[in-house]
């Protein structure tokens, strides 16, 4: 069964840092992994949505890279700003013929001024 | 472009109240369609999903349920709420195993 872990669970940073938060899964037979950000109250926003054949994807501020034989992805934010403060969630499709999608559960990030 | 709606965006109920939410995606056909619960400082939980019309799958034994009447309308139901049932409740739809698309979400709280 596929487990999804997001470290760290929550992160306070001063804007303008680059900022590294880690998405790892157990099972590296996937299809892809998604990353969500999520605003309190909200639904989740897709952010990056990265192939099992690729190794990052990019998009404004936000990278994200995938790394499936370590069970690993990361979501790179550049020069983060007080609007990045939300939570994160990183989601992996297994392969096998499940349709169902994964979830970690989420960093919750704050850039403060 | 796809979108999803969902309502209400808000429900306040008291318990033993029955409960309908409901989903609404265009834009696509034929998508699979997922019910999430997101309760106070935990993680997604899945409740149901369905991958045709009348085709649903329980993910977690409760008093709820749920339907699939047209392609793309999916609705979460109770007959009998219960506290416990409080939470933020979130639709979701993709094609295979493509990316996945969220609704708004519906706060449900009950008293």
């Known amino acids: 069964k596929q487990e999804v872990t997001q470290i760290p669970a929550a992160l306070s940073v001063p804007e303008g840092e680059n900022l590294v938060l880690n998405c790892s899964f157990t099972?590296?037979?996937?299809?892809?992994l998604q990353w969500f950000r999520q605003d309190p109250g909200k639904g989740l926003t897709s952010l990056l949505l990265?192939?099992?054949?690729?190794r990052e994807q990019t998009s404004g501020r936000l990278n994200a890279s995938l790394d499936k034989s370590s069970g690993r992805s990361t979501l790179y934010i550049a020069a983060s700003q007080p609007g990045d403060s939300a939570t994160y969630l990183c989601?992996?499709?297994?392969?096998?013929?499940?349709?169902?999608?994964?979830f970690g559960r989420g960093t919750s990030l704050i850039v403060h001024p | 472009s796809q979108t999803i709606h969902q309502w209400p965006a808000t429900l306040v109920q008291p318990v033993g109240s029955p409960l309908s939410l409901e989903c609404t995606v265009e834009?696509?056909?034929?998508?699979?369609l997922y019910w999430y619960r997101q309760a106070a400082g935990r993680g997604l939980q899945l409740l149901f999903y369905?991958?045709?019309?009348?085709?649903i799958s329980s993910e977690v034994p409760q008093n709820l349920s749920a339907s699939r009447p047209q392609d793309r309308q999916f609705i979460l139901s109770s007959k009998k709420l219960l506290l416990s049932d409080s939470g933020f409740y979130l639709c979701?739809?993709?094609?295979?195993?493509?990316?996945?698309?969220f609704g708004e979400g519906s706060r449900l709280t009950v008293l």
């Open positions: 099972d590296s037979a996937i299809y892809n």
């Open positions: 834009g696509t056909s034929n998508p699979n």
């Open positions: 990265i192939q099992s054949s690729q």
């Open positions: 369905s991958v045709g019309i009348g085709q």
């Open positions: 979701a739809h993709n094609r295979d195993p493509g990316e996945l698309f």
């Open positions: 989601a992996v499709h297994t392969s096998g013929g499940s349709y169902i999608p994964t």
